[in-house]
């Protein structure tokens, strides 16, 4: 099982590779979500852990269904 951290980390770096494997940066991303640039940077740092519905926008926003953000690679 996963500790909280570890799951903000992984959930953090799986929304940035799906945003740079669709190349939008993170200003383009948070235009997108209603957010600003430096709240997708806080999320992908694992700085701030998102919230269900953020998870739930940026899933909108990356055009990916929201069990794609918490497919992890072990």
Same mark, same amino acid.
């Given at each position: 099982?996963?500790?909280?951290k570890?799951?903000?980390?992984? &959930?953090? @770096?799986?929304?940035?590779?799906?945003?740079? %494997?669709?190349?939008?940066?993170?200003?383009? *991303?948070?235009?997108?979500?209603?957010?600003?640039?430096?709240? &997708?940077? @806080?999320?992908?740092?694992?700085?701030?852990? %998102?919230?269900?519905?953020?998870?739930?926008? *940026?899933?909108?926003a990356?055009?990916v269904?929201?069990?794609?953000?918490?497919?992890?690679?072990?």
């Amino acid at each position: 099982m996963l500790t909280k951290k570890e799951f903000s980390e992984k &959930i953090g @770096l799986k929304i940035k590779q799906l945003r740079v %494997a669709k190349g939008i940066s993170q200003a383009e *991303l948070g235009r997108l979500c209603m957010k600003d640039r430096q709240h &997708i940077e @806080l999320i992908e740092n694992n700085k701030v852990s %998102a919230n269900v519905y953020t998870l739930y926008i *940026l899933s909108i926003a990356l055009n990916v269904d929201i069990k794609e953000l918490f497919a992890f690679d072990e």
